[in-house]
């Protein structure tokens, strides 16, 4: 602009050498220096040289000035407009909708997204399996399952000595042969049983409650043996006893209402001296 307008283009007609024109370029652009956002290169000058003059009138530098304001105009819009960017793409999608709703109707559809529940997505990924005759469980033995499960659910596994472990629904795992319980760990889940000691019998309610994964826990006392063991809803438990002279009774019922809901290590309601042959609910 600034070599057109101010005509330093003529500077160049009586310059016999490149280096007189690239100095005539230079000094003629030099008083307007401060117009320019860099100092001028060689390769600016070769640049100005390329451009191809015609004869200026006064229209074409009339229409110039008034391309340079729309330009300038224009930029301090596109500045405006970054400042507050969130505000300027709200209202030119507005405006887009505004002049093409008419024609163009709505194909999708609103609706709210759910929260994926990634362990209810991955519920029946596993098949556990627990071979007793060899003693293995997980979910990479053959034979029929017992239960499905997911990756992230955490497996309780109860022996008859009354041993307890929380863990991780594994490949195959030895666990030996005398597993009374295996099943997804809830923590709030309710167990019945029944245990013997040479003590006698002890009956409880419980729940697990919390366990840190794959430590052992007990939930009898040492040296006992788990009788009988649910998590079903039980309303009564009947106990048979061996018979013995003089003995009233061979049997007894108790009302699991009236017996509290403890933690999985205590002792439980020690119910007989007896030796108990059976136990059944209902």
């Known amino acids: 602009e600034l070599f057109i307008e101010h005509r330093i283009y003529k500077r160049i ?88 709703q008419k024609n163009y109707k709505r194909r999708t559809q609103l609706t709210t997204a759910e929260e994926i529940d990634v362990r209810e997505l991955t519920a029946n990924e596993l098949a556990i399996v627990y071979d007793r005759e060899k003693g293995f469980l997980g979910s990479g033995i053959k034979g029929e399952a017992s239960f499905r499960c997911s990756p992230l659910d955490r497996l309780l596994i109860v022996w008859e000595n009354g041993r307890y472990q929380v863990l991780p629904p594994p490949e195959k795992m030895f666990v030996d042969k005398d597993v009374l319980h295996f099943g997804i760990y809830d923590r709030d889940r309710l167990f019945t049983m029944v245990y013997t000691t040479p003590k006698g ?16 826990y007990s939930c009898t006392q040492d040296g006992a043996k788990i009788k009988w063991l649910t998590a079903e809803p039980v309303k009564e438990v009947k106990l048979k006893y061996r ?40």
Do not use: W
């Not at 000094?27 to 040289?49: A, C, F, K, N």
């Not at 009956?203 to 697990?208: A, H, M, P």
């Open 201 to 216: 019998a002890f009956l409880k309610r419980f729940n697990i409650g919390g366990a840190i994964m794959n430590r052992d």
């Open 13 to 100: 007609e009586e310059c016999e050498t490149n280096e007189a024109v690239q100095q005539a370029v230079l000094r003629g652009l030099r008083p307007y220096r401060s117009q320019l956002t860099r100092d001028l290169t060689s390769e600016d000058v070769e640049m100005l040289l390329a451009l191809q003059i015609k004869r200026i009138s006064k229209f074409d530098l009339a229409r110039n000035e008034e391309d340079k304001a729309r330009i300038v105009q224009e930029l301090k819009e596109v500045a405006k407009n970054l400042r507050g960017l969130t505000a300027y793409a709200i209202a030119y999608l507005q405006g887009l909708i505004n002049k093409y």
């Open 243 to 282: 018979q013995v002279q003089g003995a009233k009774t061979s049997e007894q019922s108790f009302e699991l209402a009236k017996i509290p809901v403890r933690g999985a290590r205590t002792r439980g309601l020690q119910v007989t001296k007896r030796t108990v042959t059976s136990v059944t609910a209902k």
